[in-house]
């Protein structure tokens, strides 16, 4: 039996115009783009706005997937490829960062990891440029004129004429995945694992709902209530991610010491345990700031955030 919709049927979709959404996503994308090819792929802060323009604009392209002609796919598929590029040099730098932070990083394993993250660090910047220049060369926003020439908006008002409320219909997916996350938070008692699993719930219901509410002061503190809490998992998961792969270095190093001469297997050791003691220290602090979230998000604030996006949902648009 079909579930029916909490959100009235609007013949209308009022002041959204999801073409111009779709092109100042994509404007976004390459201004941004262009921003950190300039500076060489070394700026964290233009890597970083970047990547949130990649998100954003695939984030464009999977809400209206009903309504794009064939072939788009192979455009989202190249924005993400180019987004997990950004995401995996963001991740050296985040590391370095934590253990420059940490209260071990004076040691010498440490040390030479963080002079191995320098190295791998160069070595993901010649990954990016090779994955945007064909990417910003292609002509993106030429192929996103085609797509709104070739029947998008005569697709859309059959959609909404239709009675369907293509834009509910399109969100309500996931306000229902991300109530269902929370409700397995409460249930798992805030594990840094399915708090992840939330993390992500909760950003692809952001980046839906900046489509999909009016613009106006409702829209900005329900974006601004979702930020605030991917900002605080965030932090969560880059210590847990943290965590594990210093705990799998010392697992590698321990596994090695077998093959290495006597004299060497001490240092091999003490680096093995300089890792652990990282990784706990990393354990820790993802613990305890797990410990804080759910002190400011009890079952109650989840329930009353999925029912204020529902609200806002519904409300006709003027």
Known sequence: MTKESPFPRQPNPGNLNLGAILARRAGEFLRTSATMMRGGVDDAEAVHDTRV?????????EFLEPILPAGHGKLARKVRRSRRALGQFRDLDILGMLLQKSPC??????????????????????????????????????????????GFQERLAQRIGSGEGFVPARTLP?????????????????????LHQLRIAGK????????????????????????????????IHDHAVAAEYLAALARDERGRIGTFEARFRAGS?????????AAAEMTRVARAQAVGFRGGWPAERFARMSEWVIT?????RG
């Open 174 to 194: 996931m306000v229902e995945r991300f109530r269902r996350i929370a409700v397995e938070v409460v249930q798992q008692d805030y594990t840094t694992a399915i």
């Open 53 to 61: 323009a990649a998100r954003r604009l695939v984030a464009a392209l």
């Open 105 to 150: 990083s004076g040691g010498e394993a440490i040390n030479l990891l963080r002079e191995r993250i320098r190295t791998s660090r160069i070595g993901r910047q010649r990954e990016i440029r090779e994955s945007f220049s064909p990417l910003l060369g292609s002509g993106l926003i030429e192929k996103l004129r085609r797509i709104q020439r070739d």
């Open 269 to 277: 050791e003490r680096h093995a345990g300089e890792y652990d003691a």
């Open 204 to 235: 692809r219901l952001r980046y839906g709902l900046e489509i999909a509410l009016p613009d106006g002061d409702e829209k900005a503190a329900v974006l601004g209530a979702f930020a605030a809490m991917q900002e605080t998992l965030g932090e």
């Open 312 to 316: 806002a949902l519904s409300r006709p």
